[in-house]
């Protein structure tokens, strides 16, 4: 046994007791639960510049219709082409009539409209593939791409580089993982997840807040309790794992204590009409903190536009319950989603943060090309939109083709693995880069031979 102290229930000369001290297991409250706030060591990588490119990942978590948003087909017939019209752009391309804040700002984004996989039509593997790159086979679950670049960069601040926003994805049926984690990497690479809804008049970020039974007091005297503690443990702290802890308990001590971190996830900082011009909604308010963060120093925010695909109403328009209808997506989804993010590209672009911003808006497959019995539109990943502003992007351009139903790609099939690809690319990444795999054994940050979307850049 290792024995810390033989003192029993003396007091030491700051008032600590042993009851304090059997305590101690409370410092997990004010650190040890956030091990993504571990501290990379600087690798030179890559240089300076790069160093400053950020990622905000929106991810549409059921899955948008292509042809009811960015591959709108008007000369299909009524049950492929669907209720809505098609609207001119800011860019070189056709959207539809219930994204109209996007056709203003389309001169800033372009558009990929030929994505497909191969995988189960089920949600979680494309999770898996469009946030890691690849689908997790094997027992091996390659890490999300913000935690590869926590693993890679470390934080630039007292903040954490890797936010997700509001909730990691809950259930959306398949029961696997959905790619939202560090994965072989370890949890001290996992983000760091808001867990809360930022829209609500009570909001404040449960981790950067001690318990409501510790006073600064006590937590300053649990401080100098872990001091004592490494003055008689000086072996144990040599070991590897007591470097974890160490680096843990720091780096949360930072962000807890941090007047940065406290301003960057504090919204009444912002003037209402700002908050009322993202929408006063979930997804919105993700949004505009989503900006906060990356100016404080975040590296990689994911915001997931919705937390399950049940009773809620989502973008996975089935058309009968517990889903969605083409009416509901009309009505509910799309506008709260159109409104944020045109507010969010003009807002980086006004503050000189979107060349230096990558804001990439995924899914986990596409809509079948023909309405279903029940008014809606079930599962394809056969072929699908995504987009990407900022970061490096060209904006204004459709990319690829799809054929004439939206069914499948027609010109430049593009995979899984590019569009995560793309992203290591405006981070400014060799796609050679190995991270350390299972077993030790080199990994590299997408399979040998993909390749970014080239043209986007």
Not at 232 to 261: G, H, Y
Request: net charge neutral.
């Amino acid at each position: 046994m290792l024995r810390l102290t033989d003192r029993g229930t003396a007091h030491t000369c700051d008032g600590v007791t042993r009851r304090d001290f059997l305590e101690i297991g409370a410092l997990g409250t004010i650190g040890l639960s956030l091990p993504q706030l571990v501290a990379a060591k600087e690798r030179g990588l890559v240089n300076k510049e790069d160093d400053d490119r950020s990622v905000i990942m929106i991810f549409n978590l059921g899955a948008p219709s292509q042809m009811d948003t960015f591959d709108p087909k008007p000369e299909a017939a009524a049950e492929i082409r669907g209720p809505f019209a098609p609207i001119s752009t800011r860019g070189d391309f056709q959207i539809t009539e219930i994204l109209p804040r996007h056709a203003q700002v389309a001169d800033k984004f372009s558009v990929v409209r030929s994505c497909y996989h191969t995988a189960a039509a089920v949600h979680d593997t494309g999770h898996q593939m469009l946030q890691t790159g690849r689908l997790f086979t094997g027992g091996v679950n390659t890490p999300h791409v913000g935690c590869a670049l926590a693993y890679l960069r470390g934080p630039k601040t007292d903040l954490p580089p890797h936010v997700i926003l509001p909730e990691a994805i809950g259930p959306t049926g398949g029961n696997l993982p959905h790619g939202q984690d560090a994965g072989f990497l370890g949890k001290a690479y996992d983000p760091f997840v808001l867990n809360t809804d930022p829209s609500q008049a009570d909001f404040k970020v449960p981790d950067l807040l001690p318990p409501k039974e510790l006073s600064d007091v006590r937590l300053e005297r649990r401080r100098r309790l872990r001091q004592i503690v490494e003055d008689r443990v000086a072996e144990f702290e040599a070991s590897p794992s007591a470097k974890l802890m160490d680096a843990n308990f720091e780096s949360a001590w930072r962000m807890m204590t941090s007047p940065q971190a406290r301003s960057a996830f504090d919204l009444a900082k912002e003037p209402k009409s700002v908050r009322e011009k993202y929408g006063l909604n979930r997804f919105g308010q993700c949004c505009l903190l989503a900006r906060r963060l990356i100016e404080a120093g975040v590296r990689f925010v994911t915001v997931n536009t919705f937390l399950t695909v049940f009773n809620e109403i989502t973008w996975d328009i089935h058309g009968s319950k517990p889903f969605t209808s083409i009416e509901g997506m009309k009505d509910i989804v799309a506008p709260m989603y159109d409104q944020a993010y045109g507010t969010l590209i003009e807002d980086l672009y006004d503050r000189g943060l979107l060349d230096k911003t990558l804001v990439c808006c995924l899914a986990e497959f596409g809509r079948t090309p023909r309405i279903n019995p029940a008014g809606g539109r079930d599962h394809w990943p056969q072929c699908f939109s995504v987009y990407f502003a900022g970061g490096g992007i060209q904006g204004g351009r459709a990319i690829g083709k799809s054929d004439a139903i939206g069914a499948y790609p027609a010109e430049n099939a593009i995979e899984p693995a590019q569009v995560v690809a793309t992203i290591y690319k405006s981070l400014g990444f060799n796609l050679d880069t190995a991270l350390p795999g299972p077993a030790g054994r080199p990994f590299p940050l997408v399979d040998f031979g993909k390749q970014e979307i080239r043209e986007l850049f």
